[in-house]
């Protein structure tokens, strides 16, 4: 479970300059229209009911708790500035069955970056052990059908597409379960929107 370190049940949530008041952290690099719109149809047409309300994306930072919101967005912010636009190339799928009923697409450019950034970001206030070694990928297909999954590898072997990576959505976890962008951060920038110093 998700909460604020030392809040018990039926306290009020932990509340900061920024405004966040949620328990628990995502960062995510989002996919451009009209790639994006072209992913979400995919993925629905493989019966995965998250199509609709979960835009494709790059994960990042999976649900990662984050008891101190101000020096979370602070190392956020910290790190956005210094990294560089980049560019990502999806090509073919890959699966993480039979371990998690996922099936994606593989980045063959941008693998590193992301590798890299993800590092950065799980540092300081949003440090901890992951269940799983960190690969990124966008998903096309999870938790359907074993007929879903197959037609998904099967139907996007050939696909390819590319697109530049300007900046990450770091979400809170709500109380309704559902993830809210608390802001976008565009890579280079400082927080008033300012092209930050090179080097």
Known sequence: MCAPTGQTSGAAPATSRSGLSGSCVGITIPIPEPLAGDLEAWRA?????????????I???????????????????AVARQQRPFEVRLRSTGSFRPVSPVVFLNLVEGFDECVDLHAKLQRGPLE???????????????????????A????????????EVRSMGLYE???????????EL??????????????
């Open 128 to 150: 901890r052990d992951l269940d799983f070694p960190f690969h990124p990928h966008v998903t096309v297909a999870h938790d359907v059908s074993e007929a879903g999954m197959d």
């Open 59 to 77: 994960t990042l930072i999976t649900t990662t708790p984050a008891s101190d919101w101000d020096a979370t967005i602070d190392h956020v912010r």
């Open 45 to 57: 047409s493989f019966g995965d009911p998250l199509a609709a309300v979960v835009p494709p994306h």
């Open 152 to 163: 998904a590898v099967e139907e996007l072997h050939a696909f390819e597409a590319s697109f």
């Open 173 to 183: 976890h709500v109380p309704s379960g559902l993830w809210k962008l608390r802001e």
């Open 186 to 199: 565009h890579f280079g920038q400082v927080a008033d929107g300012s092209e930050a110093a090179a080097g």
